[in-house]
């Protein structure tokens, strides 16, 4: 959940990579931590909250960045669905990238078109921590004694 974002250290949020992220996933990035930036920004007087605003706006900016390549090319080459590739001897016959190299691929590189049962309302995972019981000295001794008593 965003709150569990919002604890986190500004260098365990730098130290995260966000490369290699299809348009969709760094749409979702986005839209998660909306929120989030928003109070990064009002806080920025912080040191702490503004290392992450920074971290936030370099995401954003990063998306921003990929939306504008995105939709140039759908507006050079047409949109999915209608989106011809050029061949080998027919040059100007269509998207001339190869691969990952044109973004409606990559985007597609796994494909979220598919309904995997998305749920109305934002759901997460939630994860706890516990502390381990520490043994007192004497439990510490009972049990070495214990185990001399076994071999």
Request: proline share 7%; charged share 25%; net charge negative.
């Given at each position: 959940?965003?709150?569990?974002?919002?604890?986190m250290?500004?260098?365990?949020?730098e130290s995260?990579?966000a490369?290699?992220l299809?348009?969709?996933?760094q749409r979702a990035?986005?839209e998660?931590?909306?929120?989030l930036?928003?109070?990064?920004?009002?806080?920025?007087?912080?040191?702490?909250a503004e290392?992450k605003?920074m971290w936030?706006e370099?995401?954003?900016?990063k998306f921003?960045?990929?939306v504008?390549?995105?939709?140039?090319?759908?507006?050079?080459y047409?949109?999915?669905?209608n989106?011809?590739y050029?061949k080998?001897?027919e040059?100007?016959?269509?998207?001339p990238?190869?691969?990952?190299q044109c973004p409606?691929?990559?985007d597609?590189?796994?494909?979220?078109?598919?309904?995997?049962g998305?749920?109305a309302e934002?759901?997460?995972?939630?994860?706890?921590?516990k502390?381990s019981?520490?043994?007192t000295?004497?439990?510490?001794e009972?049990r070495?004694q214990?185990?001399d008593?076994?071999?």
């Open positions: 959940p965003p709150a569990s974002i919002e604890s250290h500004p260098s365990s949020l995260l990579r490369t290699g299809t348009l969709t996933e990035l986005h998660h931590l909306k929120e930036g928003a109070k990064w920004k009002a806080a920025s007087n912080d040191k702490m290392r605003w936030h370099s995401h954003r900016s921003k960045e990929l504008d390549k995105y939709q140039q090319h759908v507006d050079q047409g949109p999915p669905g989106h011809p050029a080998r001897g040059p100007g016959g269509g998207c990238l190869v691969g990952k409606l691929k990559a597609l590189e796994i494909d979220y078109s598919e309904d995997y998305f749920p934002a759901v997460y995972n939630v994860e706890t921590v502390k019981n520490l043994l000295v004497e439990e510490l009972q070495k214990d185990d008593c076994v071999i």
